[in-house]
């Protein structure tokens, strides 16, 4: 991922932007997108506000909407020199009045982009003794020549004198006009509001402003903004100056803007400061069920040789394809944006509980995976879907940071995972046979077994249990890995008997174990959703006289939750809450690769956590890795769960898994999966210190 976006700000910069509030001048800095990146305290003095409120924003509405466009194209200039031009420009203070400002930028290069230092200088005062000094005669040139309507009112709202402007921009005759009530002027359905704002403009000593629309003559709605100076107690003017501006340009201006600054060029989707600003809104209001709003995070894998083999073009094809796919997957009210590049985000809310929220990610997955035709090519492109719900953070950006981390887990899983199996089509069908005839007649004569590999406690590396890995001695192939066969077994139905004979077989071995050794069955979704299955495990624990709490039984972290999808009653929970209660423990097996938030790990229910091997693996070169082993390790604690770690092959993992205080471990380093006899032989016996 790219950790070093332009736009933010770092440690270094900080300190930098710090001595800004040295400066008198209201002084700000932008990035590229015009966000705001720092400003200075008497940027606060200005507008009275708390400015950190406009750090990542565009805090263009306290720019005089008429002056929007100079602003703006001078920005888009000053990125090509040191030096901007000094522009003046209306700005809104505090008390909500324009004041004139001198704003002079200059461009610093920064990361891939630049950012802008902005300075402004007041120059209302000065302006407004310049004026003071003008002649009347000066005065009636700039109004015939000014743009706007004006008129003066009484406090009733008829209209004593008019601009000719009111001729020139709505057809009217001022004969008409004069002596009319402007109220009549307003366009339907806009009069009883417009009637009210001019009460104000009555009942208050300032100027007020307002927008309304005028009719033409030719029939067109025009807006306008009306600012009205009362003047009632003037002596000389005895009224209301009324001045109106036709703002329809603005209004476009405004539509564009808002649509460019909220939207992904390329795909239409939101953006990130669209995405958000959503965001902020739904965890504003408040709701009894925050579980119940979820924030897909979703990174395309395979992405960029798309666009190195088949050019950009093609690239922009299929990241429009797989937007609209997202609309489709979507529903009506969930917000869909594209954070640049190859990722996504969905946030979808009324999700009922878990197991929607995973069906949800697996939709996501399943529909981005599909080949898409690009004029005489098809190209496929396969999603890391992450997500985290209400629950896991408050903020906007926690949320986003928590769907993102666990996309980061899932895209780990993927890249540890052996590639799936190579067998041949025609192969996999003689297997279906053979192992059909194994598990409906003799399993172990057909070479299926039993290997256990060692768990050992930490610090000390002494052998506590073992887990129960199927293998198959094929007559011809040789010996065969669960990877090898047990899709196969899925495919053909042969799971459910296959998953039987293993929970007896490793049952009645580890029964004859001298030490009180625990053992760890593997168990599938199906078999989890197998009513009988707890009857079935505890007639063979009585048959071989193990008491229920030598055995435990793993579950993966995705099965728990598509299991739960399965029926109404959620049988894979409830499975696990029936052997939970009859002593048997229960662990989730390979956590981290699934797709659920790490502060979810207190409601599976489980008393052991197992961390995937993908995550101690990395631990010494990824930082991330590291902490995501420390965070699962003092969150499975706080839940009273015993972790136990995967995959360790080296002493410096030994090492730094047992400084985090994971419980158990198990690998290579301790001891490879074996036949059950020599597995008695070695650790069998008597307890012994794990060799190495
Ligand atoms: P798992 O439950 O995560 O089992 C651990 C896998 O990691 C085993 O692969 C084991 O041989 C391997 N492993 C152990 N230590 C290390 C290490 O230090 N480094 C590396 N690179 N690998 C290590 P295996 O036996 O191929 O099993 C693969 C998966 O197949 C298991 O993953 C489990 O999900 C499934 N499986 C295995 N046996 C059964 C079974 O009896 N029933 C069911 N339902 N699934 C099974
Ligand atoms: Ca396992
Ligand atoms: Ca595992």
Redesign the pocket.
């Known amino acids: 991922m790219d950790s070093t976006r332009p736009t933010e700000a770092t440690a270094a910069d900080l300190d930098a932007f710090a001595g800004l509030d040295l400066l008198p001048d209201p002084t700000l800095v932008i990035d590229q997108d015009l966000c705001v990146v720092a400003a200075n305290q008497a940027c606060e003095r200005l507008i009275r506000a708390d400015v950190a409120e406009w750090i990542g924003r565009v805090p263009l509405e306290l720019v005089h909407p008429d002056d929007l466009p100079i602003v703006l194209s001078s920005f888009t200039t000053i990125s090509e020199k040191d030096y901007g031009t000094p522009i003046e420009v209306r700005i809104k203070d505090g008390d909500g009045t324009w004041r004139l400002m001198e704003l002079v930028g200059a461009t610093h290069p920064r990361g891939d982009g630049h950012i802008v230092v902005i300075s402004m200088r007041d120059l209302t005062q000065r302006r407004q003794w310049e004026l003071a000094a003008g002649s009347p005669e000066l005065f009636r040139t700039v109004v015939e020549h000014a743009t706007v309507l004006l008129a003066l009112i009484d406090a009733d709202g008829r209209i004593d004198s008019a601009s000719g402007t009111w001729n020139r921009q709505l057809g009217h005759d001022l004969s008409y006009i004069v002596g009319s009530n402007i109220v009549d002027w307003v366009a339907d359905g806009g009069r009883h509001v417009f009637a009210v704002d001019l009460a104000g403009a009555v009942a208050q000593p300032h100027t007020s402003v307002f927008e309304a629309a005028l009719v033409h003559t030719d029939g067109r709605v025009i807006p306008y903004q009306f600012s009205v100076a009362n003047l009632l107690d003037d002596p000389v003017v005895q009224g209301l100056i009324v001045s109106a501006s036709d703002i329809s340009a603005r209004r476009a201006l405004e539509v564009r803007l808002t649509h460019m600054a909220t939207t992904d060029a390329l795909t239409g989707l939101a953006n990130r400061s669209a995405l958000v600003d959503a965001l902020v809104r739904r965890l504003g209001v408040p709701t009894a069920l925050p579980e119940s709003l979820v924030v897909y995070f979703v990174d395309l894998d395979r992405f960029k040789p798309v666009n190195d083999l088949h050019g950009h073009d093609t690239g922009d094809v299929v990241l429009s394809v797989l937007a609209d796919r997202l609309r489709f997957v979507a529903r009506d009210h969930d917000v869909i944006a594209r954070l640049g590049g190859d990722q996504f985000v969905l946030v979808c809310d009324e999700v009922p509980n878990p197991a929607a929220a995973a069906r949800v990610a697996s939709r996501i997955e399943s529909a981005i995976a599909e080949p898409i035709v690009v004029g005489t090519s098809t190209v496929q492109v396969f999603a890391s879907v992450g997500y985290a719900d209400g629950t896991a953070a408050t903020s906007a950006e926690g949320l986003l940071a928590e769907a993102d981390a666990a996309m980061y887990r899932v895209k780990q899983r993927r890249r540890g995972r052996e590639m799936p199996t190579t067998l041949r089509v025609a192969q996999r069908r003689d297997l279906a046979d053979d192992l059909a005839r194994a598990v409906e007649t003799d399993p172990a004569a057909a070479g299926l077994r039993?290997?256990y590999?060692p768990v050992v406690g930490l610090p000390d590396g002494q052998v506590v249990g073992a887990?129960?890995?199927?293998?198959w001695q094929h007559r011809d192939l040789g010996l065969l890995?669960?990877?090898d066969f047990?899709a196969i077994a899925e495919d053909a139905g042969l799971d459910l008997a296959l998953?039987r004979w293993?929970l007896r077989t490793a049952i009645a071995e580890a029964s004859t174990w001298a030490a009180r050794l625990e053992i760890a069955?593997?168990?599938?979704a199906a078999?989890l959703a197998d009513g009988s299955i707890v009857d079935m495990v505890f007639d063979a624990l009585d048959r071989e006289g193990l008491t229920p709490d030598r055995l435990c039984v793993?579950v993966?972290e995705t099965t728990m939750l598509e299991g739960a999808g399965r029926g109404s009653l959620l049988p894979a929970v409830a499975t696990l809450e029936r052997f939970k209660a009859a002593g048997v423990r229960a662990a989730i097996?390979?956590f981290g690769t699934g797709y659920s938030s790490l502060v979810h790990v207190r409601e599976l229910p489980a008393d052991v956590l197992?961390i995937?091997?993908s995550f101690v693996s990395g631990m010494h070169t990824d930082a991330i890795d590291h902490g995501i082993v420390a965070a699962v390790v003092a969150l499975a604690h706080a839940a009273g769960m015993t972790v136990v770690a995967?995959?360790?092959?080296t002493d410096a993992q030994h090492d730094a898994l047992a400084a985090l205080g994971a419980d158990l471990a198990?690998?290579?380093?301790y001891g490879?999966?074996i036949p059950a006899s020599e597995f008695r032989r070695l650790w069998g016996g008597v307890p012994l210190r794990a060799a190495g």
């Open positions: 039993m290997y590999q887990e129960a890995l199927v293998r890995g669960p990877h047990l998953g293993i069955v593997n168990l599938s078999q793993e993966t097996d390979d197992k995937d091997r995967e995959g360790v092959e198990q690998g290579y380093r490879r999966p």
